[in-house]
């Protein structure tokens, strides 16, 4: 069972990036996906979640209207699509399934992670 996220680098003020994250050794179909960032000195800190049929998605208050959280079951994939990027949101980036069903933001609700992705926002 294994989470990877990719997608992760650095890019300027205004920009965009999109993460994903792919699972292996499981289906996502019946899992909620969460994105949780943690900056250098900071707690880890949650930005979007997606209840596994898609159909509820929560964001945290400080990405809302800027990222985009989407799942494709076919792929086994969930996405972070990041817009106008800002120097606080320079953090490492994971990925998190819970088996629950509902997006949760606690990282305590979560049952696996990724490793992370860096991303870098600086001019």
């Known amino acids: 069972v294994q989470l990877v996220e990719s997608g992760g680098g650095l890019v300027q003020p205004g920009g965009s990036l999109t993460l994903s994250c792919a699972a292996s050794g499981f289906r996502l179909n019946y899992w909620s996906i969460g994105w949780f960032r943690q900056a250098p000195g900071k707690e880890r800190e949650w930005v979007a979640g997606i209840r596994s049929s898609g159909d509820s998605i929560l964001y945290a208050d400080s990405v809302k209207d800027r990222f985009t959280i989407s799942r494709d079951n076919s792929k086994n994939t969930v996405y972070l699509q990041m817009d106008s990027l800002k120097a606080e949101d320079t953090a490492v980036y994971y990925c998190?399934?819970?088996?629950?069903?509902?997006?949760?933001?606690?990282?305590?609700?979560?049952?696996?992670w990724g490793q992370g992705t860096q991303v870098t926002v600086s001019s």
């Open positions: 998190a399934a819970n088996a629950g069903g509902w997006p949760h933001p606690s990282p305590y609700a979560y049952d696996y």
